[in-house]
């Protein structure tokens, strides 16, 4: 079977790319003696990505509760990488009793009581912000919930998601430096007043890749680098060509006096994703490659979604109705929700295998 | 069990505001005699919204192969109203050799001439195009691909999605007008030309609700009245409180400093849609609502997502951590397709059924 006998629109794995991408990340981590990778599986969710990514069950980070347990058989050492709420902890205490380690992060201080008390004994890392103002709270206000979780105190979480607006390697190491500083100096403060926090745990693709030293760390989480997207390129997360996914579509309409072709990927095939609008380079949906995912089509893009049509514009007009191309998304977490499976090539058209995918909560 | 037992994020479904709006399109729909409707499935992709939307197995519409199937034992009657290409007609004609009754859509010329021989004898309506510039052809084009498809014709095809900017009922009007005008001129051609085309189809929930007469239409399409969403009320097409889905989430962080929480519902849960930027009113990814579907928070919306997060500003500070509250989407049709059920309940927070739903390809 190749690419040609897909019915579209599908998702389009490349293999030999992510092979690429982990190599990469690998080889950026390993600068850093004594630091574990643990990997994020929210965006490729899927076991076989994770026996590359995280292979021998090594520890994976997971963004919901589906994953968790999708993932927990083979791969016990967890954590759970959103704000933990009561109803949740039951959950997780529940998996933990078959046999998972799934740890949850918090930065509340009713929470933490209440995973102190909670009959599962599940352990939690107090989250901490470095700077996205998302989640967690200032270093030196994790200690009071640190001790209120007690010993069930796994250790300090933190993600520099704010390094998604930087656009040049030093805004990027300046902003790893920050996220490194912030929860180790969390961490500190801790052993200070006597606690031990065994996991010190930090993590974006981008600061991964840029940060200069990783000292006091001693695990960093990223989850795009396995696929890349348009965004993340222009971070300098990975070249352009290292897009790992791309989704299959089909030609189903041409208009050749407004210049545009119709696929039939449009907001849910690609997402409503606009990540690329705040780059230096707008996408648009996503930009349209050529069957072997080269960008032979020059800037045809994905400038409009309707639930099902996607207009390319400037439209590739050689191409006609039922032809195909794959399109390179500006943000693959949120392309590839919508799909069930991945088909997974190696650099050429034949599908050599189907991955399957955990999708909901 | 109650919306209190619930896992978060989830789909909440009030089949008392459902019933409501499907009246409301009853009656519009009524004014014409003569005109049929034939509800887009696209967006609730449910046998049990289609069994009230579409009672004794009314005609539907649907937007992928996978809803054509999946409705295909209960609803025969069915136009898949997304451009056909080759491959997706030999999947069609397959259906239809199992009994099912769906019809296809072309503005190609050369896709014409492939429906004309196809040995599956598939039915075809001409798309038209009346003014949205997404698919079809101007009406005076439509004769020759009609000519093409020869004894397979089953009528002509419009959508007046341009409806979707319109911001007042004269211009809904207008559109509304424009679509009918449009794709009966078409219809006239091609009957001074001897050809008979049984099947005047148009449609957008806007236009369907506005037009002041459907004279030489046949039947509407409409999918988004069913549900409905903080876009469609801006546009009139229904009240604001006659939202019929909602993404119940649970508050997983407070932030008293910024005056903001965060829900676990994020750009997943909600869709990364922003529809309601072009609005009067912009609600970023949503309007954040108490447990009983009421704005008793004010301003409260999502005013950022990240995959699983959800960012709220104003935040309800009163709220705590595994508090619940429903949030009013954007654009329905993005936020349902990423969950996978709809809970189901009657104007309280008893949960009396679980609606499954239909996704992918």
Known sequence: ??????????????????????ALMQR??????????RPHMKTAKSRDVAALAAPDGGPITVSTLAEAAYFAEGWRDQIYAVGITPQKLDQVAALNAQGADIKVITDDIGMARLIATHPGGVRALVEVDVGEHRGGVPPADALPIAQAIGSRLAGLFTHGGHSYAGRDAATMERIAEAERAGVTRAAEMLRDAGLRPQIVSLGSS?????????????????????FGDLFQ????????????????????????AQGTILLDSGGLALSKDRSTQAAPKDYGFGLVLDMDARASFGEAIIIRTHQEHGEVS?????LRV????????????????????YHVVDGSREVIAVWNRVNGW
Not at 28 to 37: K, N, T, W, Y
């Open 206 to 226: 981008p600061t991964a890749l840029h940060a200069k030293h990783l000292d006091g760390v001693t695990e960093v989480r990223a989850g795009v680098y396995m």
């Open 322 to 341: 039922g032809d195909r191309v794959r399109v390179a998304p500006n943000h693959t977490c949120m392309t590839v929700a919508a799909h069930e499976r």
């Open 28 to 37: 950026a981590i390993a600068r850093h003696p004594g630091v574990v990778l």
């Open 314 to 318: 400037p439209g590739p007009m050689q």
């Open 233 to 256: 390129a222009q971070l300098g997360t990975h070249p352009q060509d290292d897009i790992a996914v791309t989704v299959l579509a089909s030609v189903i309409g041409r208009r050749p």
């Open 1 to 22: 079977m190749t690419l040609d006998d897909l019915p579209t629109p599908c998702l389009v794995l490349d293999v030999a790319v992510l092979t690429r991408n982990l």
